[in-house]
């Protein structure tokens, strides 16, 4: 199936702020078609403001033209909200591969206080403070480590 194969394909193309974890297992590819010969790939960012998002669409085509789907159309969509639970096992473990604390599983109700519950992605220890929800990216969040005594980024979860 050619979705599959596109799919497949994608997975080569890793988000540029986070280069462990590739835009498939981050959950913005949201569809994939082939229309009369011409392969449609939908992104949908993380955050509507999301300033990698061109340079992603850019990745994408780019990776299909190299791979033989020269007609072909990227774009970007927020008809399907993008959530954090969209993340792959598999990009979990690149977030945290990273250094970033990957975000809880949620059920689409997300309380501030879960920002407060973030592990230490390097050591695992709970004992960690959130510094600012605010992070160099607005899909990430500041901590520190009381334990190993790290600042680390903690990836925010969204629903």
């Not at 690149?94 to 390097?122: F, M, N, Q, R």
């Not at 605010?134 to 009381?146: A, I, K, V």
């Amino acid at each position: 199936m050619i979705k599959d194969t596109i799919l497949h394909l994608l997975e080569d193309v890793m988000d540029p702020e986070i280069p462990t974890l590739s835009i498939v297992d981050l959950g913005i590819v949201t569809g994939v078609e082939e229309l009369d010969g011409k392969i449609k790939v939908t992104l949908t960012p993380t955050f509507s403001g999301c300033p990698a998002l061109r340079v992603m669409e850019d990745l994408v085509r780019h990776k299909l033209r190299d791979s033989g789907y020269v007609n072909n159309e990227v774009v970007t969509s927020f008809a399907v909200q993008w959530n954090s639970n969209m993340i792959s096992e598999k990009g979990l473990i690149a977030l945290k591969k990273h250094g970033l604390a990957p975000p809880p599983k949620h059920d689409g109700y997300i309380e501030l206080d879960v920002l407060s519950d973030t592990p230490c992605p390097l050591c695992n220890s709970r004992n960690t403070t959130m510094q600012s929800p605010f992070g160099p990216t607005l899909c990430r969040s500041m901590h520190y480590c009381n334990n190993c005594k790290n600042a680390f980024e903690a990836f925010k979860p969204v629903g």
